[in-house]
């Protein structure tokens, strides 16, 4: 956990096991690259056992003077994954022991809120019950980009999307969503902005009363390696010359604020600061309480 001023913020973690192959991930990343940046930091962004990425699957829960708010919603139970075995009908309690042990119940949440809706961001907003997915944090309203909603809904009409249909489509059968301008805010501590590139709509999310405290940045920046090689894509983003622009122009602005970022996938602690560093950034970890 960590405090900023009256809010705090609590990473919940779902999976921590290296599963992707770092030049499969990366597609422009060559083996030389690899090779000398995993040298120069070591057991940082790669596992130093096995060569492959350190990515794990987690949530942030921001907690304001008004709102318990649960930002993604990570990979999730029983749900059909055919193309990613290692997430395929996972049956694991990891995710809402950990939210429990952090002091939360799923009755506890005024608000879901999503920054993209890929599979490993959205798993969570449903549950398997009596053979029917239901929202499984029943009090939440779940707040979603209109616009990335009608992306995936359009995908989903031309072949089945899963995370879309199991995830995303029962919350609005439910009555229990919120599409919203890519700029939405709710209250005044937490405001989505947009970060297109990684999914046409995706946005980070800024907490802060006024100024900008912390970001939580989804999958804008997937690992420390992409500081160093901002340009570096990832293999599902969707316009990946537009997520590169979208990178540094966010990694500059945060350079200067000197917010809190929280990361979706970065090595423990996963949360830190950026400064600049020759024609990419350095990472400076911060540790929460």
Excluded at 17 to 27: G, K, Q, S, Y
Excluded at 55 to 77: F, W
Aim: aromatic fraction near 8%; hydrophobic fraction near 40%.
């Amino acid at each position: 956990m960590i405090t900023l001023g009256d809010v705090t913020i609590h990473r919940i973690l779902e999976q921590d096991t290296p599963i992707f192959d770092p030049l499969a991930f990366f597609p422009g990343l060559t083996p030389e690259v690899m090779e000398a940046d995993t040298a120069a930091h070591p057991n940082e962004w790669r596992d130093g056992k096995t060569g492959l990425l350190n990515l794990p699957i987690q949530s942030y829960v921001v907690k304001t003077p008004h709102h318990t708010v649960l930002v993604d919603t990570c990979v999730g139970n029983h749900k059909e994954r055919p193309t990613r075995a290692f997430w395929h009908m996972r049956d694991d309690d990891a995710f809402l022991r950990n939210l429990a042990a952090a002091g939360f119940a799923p009755e506890d949440f005024d608000y879901v809120m999503c920054t993209h809706l890929h599979v490993d961001h959205v798993g969570w907003n449903t549950k398997l019950q009596d053979g029917r997915w239901v929202p499984t944090f029943p009090n939440a309203r779940y707040v979603f980009s209109a616009a990335e909603e009608a992306y995936w809904r359009g995908e989903n009409a031309k072949a089945t999307v899963h995370p879309y249909a199991d995830s995303v489509l029962p919350i609005i059968e439910a009555n229990r969503a919120e599409l919203v301008a890519d700029d939405h805010a709710i209250g005044d501590h937490l405001r989505f902005t947009p970060t297109p590139g990684h999914t046409p709509h995706h946005c980070a999310i800024e907490v802060g009363r006024g100024a900008t405290d912390a970001v939580l940045s989804g999958d804008l920046i997937h690992s420390p390696l992409q500081l160093r090689y901002p340009d570096l894509g990832m293999r599902a983003d969707v316009d990946g010359a537009q997520g590169a622009a979208t990178r540094r122009k966010f990694l500059d602005c945060h350079c200067e604020t000197r917010a809190l970022l929280c990361t979706a996938h970065f090595p423990v602690p996963s949360m830190g600061r950026v400064a600049r560093a020759g024609d990419g950034y350095a990472w400076e970890t911060v540790q929460g309480d």
